[in-house]
């Protein structure tokens, strides 16, 4: 399993970052996925989750009506839209999927930073 995250960077407070998971090595049209994102000093925490066929959607409750979690089954590729952001969301962003434990995190994750 491979999980390649990109998409990240620095934005100020408001601004807006899509993200994107290249993932390999498994079917990824079989498994959810979900972003988890880990701040500096913080615990790991789940941002949100999809499930195989794109249907269904689920977020975090500070992240609600902000973020937006999708993906192309086709193009084996999990994304994360982050609207409206604040400096508390800075932090790695991880994909991670259910078809493998979640940690260690098969990808390097992509920074995000809100300043």
């Known amino acids: 399993v491979q999980l390649v995250e990109s998409g990240g960077g620095s934005v100020q407070p408001g601004g807006s970052l899509k993200l994107s998971c290249q993932a390999s090595?498994?079917?990824?049209?079989?498994?959810?996925m979900s972003w988890v994102r880990q701040a500096p000093g913080k615990d790991r925490e789940w941002v949100a989750a999809?499930?195989?066929?794109?249907?269904?959607?689920d977020y975090a409750e500070s992240m609600k009506g902000r973020f937006t979690i999708s993906r192309n089954n086709a193009k084996n590729t999990l994304y994360l839209q982050l609207n409206s952001l604040k400096t508390e969301d800075t932090a790695v962003y991880y994909c991670?999927?259910?078809?493998?434990?979640?940690?260690?995190?098969r990808g390097q994750g992509t920074q995000v930073t809100v300043s």
């Open positions: 991670v999927t259910d078809a493998v434990s979640w940690w260690p995190a």
């Open positions: 090595g498994f079917t990824f049209s079989s498994y959810a």
């Open positions: 999809i499930n195989s066929g794109g249907t269904t959607t």
